[in-house]
């Protein structure tokens, strides 16, 4: 069992109760998501994702497959605004760019494959292709 509390919970209790002028969190949580959260279901046709993308205008969202390798990349641009006549106190403003890749156990039929986004989920439908029967060969 690990005793030892985490430097940045210590430090960060010591200047919100100490300090609480210095103690400023950031406006919009952590600025980059690690890794885009996703759900994928199976049924004997098809797969379905669903796979976390808040804030994220759909334009910015770009999905790929390729053969049963799906990536999706979502570029993320965070900026706050100010009006006229206001002093600005604090600005935060982060982009980049968060990418997965999984594989899928078999080929997608990318020409039948659908995604659309709807409050900040994307919903994608992913056709499985139809098995080619092995030929078999005539020996000669």
Do not use: W
């Amino acid at each position: 069992m690990n005793n030892l509390i985490a430097r940045s919970g210590l430090f960060d209790d010591f200047f919100k109760d100490v300090a609480p002028g210095f103690y400023v969190k950031p406006l919009h949580g952590d600025p980059l998501p690690a890794q885009i959260k996703v759900d994928v279901k199976e049924t004997p046709t098809a797969y379905t994702v669903l796979a976390e993308v808040p804030g994220v205008p759909k334009e910015d969202i770009h999905v790929t497959v390729e053969g049963n390798v799906v990536t999706l990349r979502a570029e993320i641009k965070q900026e706050d605004r100010q009006s006229e006549g206001e002093k600005l106190l604090r600005s935060e403003r982060y982009f980049g760019t968060v990418s997965r890749s999984f594989q899928m156990p078999v080929d997608i039929d990318d020409a039948a494959a659908k995604a659309k986004c709807e409050n900040g989920v994307l919903h994608l439908t992913l056709p499985k292709k139809a098995a080619v029967a092995g030929q078999r060969l005539t020996i000669e």
